[in-house]
């Protein structure tokens, strides 16, 4: 069965630092991997996502994402955040043995301060 | 286009009350999902709808949870009766898909409930 690590609960950083959120996720088939974003008091989004191809995956505002099979992994990265990317980070992975549910993580906060 | 409604927005019951939530998904969206997102966990799928028939249901606590999808459109999402652990938000969302294949979901902004 399919699971989603992600391996921080808070990543707090400065405004215009890089920031790495971690994800790790278990599969025995071939895995379509997510990073949803939920704004305050907003549902969930999509920023990413890998089916199939490229590694590097490039979403919306400016996030992009490393598909890496050989250690299980889908780390969401920007090399300068804003204040306004504050929200909490969702890692999501759906495969075919699964139904094609998809199966989020418990989520990382990241906090970008001034 | 109009995103995926739900109401209400927020919900404070007794435990042992029941309780409804309902919604609507984007126009033309075969497939509706409900979540339960409790407080510090990621959301967790309670039942997926395929038009208007049950695609999974697995973790649906069916004692006390029903959910129905009339007219393969909107739909209502009921807890009876409720229990304290049941506080957390339940979010719908909905996708395109003919087929049950992966995709990305649209969310609505979801239903706090707390259960006292």
């Known amino acids: 069965a399919q699971s989603v690590t992600q391996l921080d609960s808070q990543v707090p950083v400065f405004e215009e630092a890089p920031v790495e959120l971690r994800c790790n996720y278990s599969?025995?088939?071939?895995?379509?991997l997510f990073w949803y974003v939920q704004y305050p008091n907003q549902g969930l989004q999509l920023l990413l996502k890998?089916?199939?191809?490229?590694?590097l995956v490039k979403g919306i505002n400016g996030f992009e994402a490393e598909f890496n099979k050989s250690q299980t992994s889908f780390h969401l990265r920007k090399p300068s955040v804003h204040i306004s990317d504050t929200a909490e980070y969702f890692c999501?992975?759906?495969?075919?043995?699964?139904?094609?549910?998809?199966?989020f993580g418990a989520g990382t906060r990241l906090f970008v301060k001034a | 286009e109009a995103g995926v409604a739900q109401s209400p927005r927020y919900k404070i019951i007794e435990k042992r009350q029941s309780v409804a939530f309902w919604c609507n998904p984007i126009?033309?969206?075969?497939?509706l999902y409900w979540y339960q997102q409790i407080l510090g966990q990621g959301p967790k799928l309670l039942i997926q709808?395929?038009?208007?028939?049950?695609?999974?249901d697995s973790q649906l606590p069916k004692d006390r949870f029903s959910a129905e999808r009339l007219k393969g459109v909107d739909s209502t999402l009921k807890i009876q009766p409720a229990k304290l652990e049941d506080s957390a938000v339940y979010l719908c969302?909905?996708?395109?898909?003919?087929?049950?294949?992966?995709?990305?979901?649209?969310f609505g902004s979801g239903t706090q409930l707390s259960v006292l």
């Open positions: 969302a909905s996708s395109l898909g003919q087929r049950v294949t992966n995709e990305k979901l649209f």
């Open positions: 599969s025995s088939v071939s895995v379509y």
């Open positions: 890998y089916l199939s191809g490229s590694t």
């Open positions: 999501a992975v759906s495969d075919r043995d699964g139904g094609f549910k998809t199966i």
């Open positions: 126009s033309g969206h075969a497939t």
């Open positions: 709808f395929q038009n208007n028939g049950v695609v999974d």
